[in-house]
T-cell receptor, first 111, second 115 residues
């Protein structure tokens, strides 16, 4: 079956620290992979995506590389800001009708 | 309006009330979804509509009743809810892009409190 596992939170970092949030997946075939971000009181926003092996998705300083050999899609940012404080969700889809989400990782960035 | 909109943003209802949540997408997508997000729980997929046909119904209690009158609108009718139904209800839509990939876009959610 299809599933997504992401690292437990919460994660607390100082401003300008390096961020990694781990995500691994189980899927049949060749899924598309996503990272979503949810700010307090809002819905999920698409942050970045990758659709095939070795693709790198990037947006707003965040990056993630689709690693088929390790079935991973880790989210990274070189220097986090207070405004990056949010909950981050890793997700995949195979069919387009069904999306599978991780449990979310809460990030707090302190000044 | 752009993207996916949801109304109301906040709703407080008693257990004997009947209310409806509304979702509208302005993206030309052909699939729409209802999710339930509760504190400290994973996102729960409730219903999926593709081309206005329900394709997923994940063992959701009958007190939740979806309706998809067209590809742009999705409703969730609520009646005789329980306090444990209090949650953030998220609507989403998706479609296949020209490059062949799917992306899902979410609305801001309706924060439901059942008293």
């Amino acid at each position: 079956g299809n599933s997504v596992t992401q690292m437990e939170g919460p994660v607390t970092l100082s401003e300008e620290a390096f961020l990694t949030i781990n995500c691994t997946y189980t899927a049949t075939g060749y899924p598309s992979l996503f990272w979503y971000v949810q700010y307090p009181g809002e819905g999920l926003q698409l942050l970045l995506k990758a659709t095939k092996a070795d693709d790198k998705g990037s947006n707003k300083g965040f990056e993630a590389t689709y690693r088929k050999e390790t079935t991973s899609f880790h989210l990274e940012k070189g220097s986090v800001q207070v405004s990056d404080s949010a909950v981050y969700f890793c997700a995949l889809t195979n069919t387009g009708n069904q999306f599978y989400f991780g449990t979310g990782t809460s990030l707090t960035v302190i000044p | 309006e752009t993207g996916v909109t949801q109304t109301p943003r906040h709703l407080v209802m008693g257990m004997t009330n009947k209310k409806s949540l509304k979702c509208e997408q302005h993206l030309g997508h052909n699939a729409m979804y209802w999710y339930k997000q509760s504190a400290k729980k994973p996102l729960e997929l409730m219903f999926v509509y593709s081309l206005e046909e329900r394709v997923e119904n994940n063992s959701v209690p009958s007190r939740f009743s979806p309706e998809c009158p067209n590809s742009s609108h999705l409703f969730l009718h609520l009646h005789t809810l329980q306090p444990e139904d209090s949650a953030l209800y998220l609507c989403a839509s998706s479609s296949r892009s020209a490059s062949g990939t799917y992306e899902q876009y979410f609305g801001p959610g309706t924060r439901l409190t059942v008293t």
